[in-house]
């Protein structure tokens, strides 16, 4: 059964801060990874997706990397804002015909001013 | 439409009626997933479907929960008998692809209170 790990739960970072995200997965038997932004109340917003194949995905100030045989991956935010203060969540889709996405318990970031 | 479309954004229901829960997937993406999210909770699977196959209800926590999805297309969830522990925000996605492969889009939740 696979399992999604982040840690820690919650990160207090000061405004302009390069900061890291981790998640990790117990079964690299997948077909993407996919990092996900919620803020309170709202629904999800898809920020980067990653297939097995690749190893890492840029969009602006925020980078992926992926590891599959390690079952690690990295969200990497640059100089960071406190429009950036959410939670993070990462997910990952099996290979099984059907394997669930399956979810980490996410990261609460908050940026401080 | 554009996005993964969800009705109603709030419920509030009182213990013991059944309530429904709609999502309008984007055009033509053939896998749906309903997911639940408890206060402070992680994302909790509910139940998928892939195009025509026989969804996956492994994750529904009881028999008051059912789900059905029309045509491949729009999908209601349907909670009977509600408790107030069936208060979430229930959150529907769809892909294109029966892998994944592009990705999945959310729609914002419909936000559940059982009074």
């Known amino acids: 059964k696979q399992e999604v790990t982040q840690i820690p739960a919650a990160l207090s970072v000061p405004e302009g801060e390069n900061l890291v995200l981790n998640c990790s997965f117990t079964d690299s038997a997948i077909y993407n990874l996919q990092w996900f932004r919620q803020d309170p109340g709202k629904g999800l917003t898809s920020l980067l997706l990653i297939q097995s194949s690749q190893r890492e995905q840029t969009s602006g100030r925020l980078n992926a990397s992926l590891d599959k045989s390690s079952g690690r991956s990295t969200l990497y935010i640059a100089a960071s804002q406190p429009g950036d203060s959410a939670t993070y969540l990462c997910?990952?889709?099996?290979?099984?015909?059907?394997?669930?996405?399956?979810f980490g318990k996410g990261i609460t970031l908050s940026v401080r001013p | 439409g554009a996005g993964v479309s969800q009705s109603p954004s709030n419920k509030v229901t009182e213990k013991g009626k059944d309530v429904e829960l709609r999502c309008d997937p984007i055009s033509g993406h053939t896998a749906l997933y309903w997911y639940r999210q408890s206060l402070g909770q992680g994302l909790e699977f509910l139940i998928y479907?892939?195009?025509?196959?026989?969804?996956?209800k492994s994750g529904l926590p009881s028999d008051r929960f059912s789900a059905e999805r029309t045509g491949g297309s729009v999908s209601t969830l349907t909670i009977q008998r509600t408790q107030q522990e069936d208060s979430a925000v229930y959150l529907c996605a769809s892909s294109s692809h029966k892998t994944g492969l592009g990705g999945y889009t959310f729609g914002s939740g419909t936000r559940l209170t059982v009074v």
């Open positions: 997910a990952v889709r099996g290979t099984g015909a059907n394997s669930k996405l399956t």
């Open positions: 479907f892939q195009g025509n196959s026989a969804p996956d």
